[in-house]
């Protein structure tokens, strides 16, 4: 099983989590393109209920593309993006796979809102893509 655990640049706040992760994507709406200052995001969903954090946690909210709203947390001292906590992903918890202290198993197995890409940052060719949400 994977190892889900990470923590921000500063080191000021670390999560855990034993649980295997639920499913691992890549989002690319504009909410998360301007969060992370990248094209995209890399996320690893695991149970919010099995995820332990320490150290100060602020959020965010907004509404995503789906409507519902999306809380951000991240660490009040170097900024540092860590969960997204989304409405539509109810009872899980999206964490941002380049936190995590051991990224190299991480592969989307999609990658949502895809009509959002940039040029300069597409999937690679053949992954399973969506132009927004999947069907649900």
């Known amino acids: 099983m994977p190892k889900v655990e990470g923590g921000c640049l500063c080191g000021a706040v670390r999560y855990s989590s034993d649980a ?7 989002c690319h ?3 998360c393109q301007k969060a992370t200052g990248s094209g995209h995001t890399y996320n690893v969903a695991v149970p919010a209920a099995l995820v332990r954090i320490e150290g100060p946690i602020k959020r ?3 509404s995503g593309g789906s409507g519902k709203e999306v809380s951000r947390m991240f660490c009040p001292e ?3 993006q860590l969960i997204i906590e989304a409405g539509l992903f109810a009872g899980l918890y999206l964490i941002a796979a380049g936190t995590l202290d051991d990224p190299s198993w991480v592969t989307p197995g999609i990658h949502i809102w895809t009509a959002s890409v940039p040029v300069w940052d597409q999937p690679r060719a053949g992954a399973t893509s969506f132009p927004q949400l999947p069907p649900m």
């Open 20 to 26: 295997e992760p639920a499913l691992v994507a890549a």
């Open 29 to 31: 709406c504009r909410n």
């Open 60 to 62: 965010y909210r907004s």
């Open 78 to 80: 170097c900024g540092s």
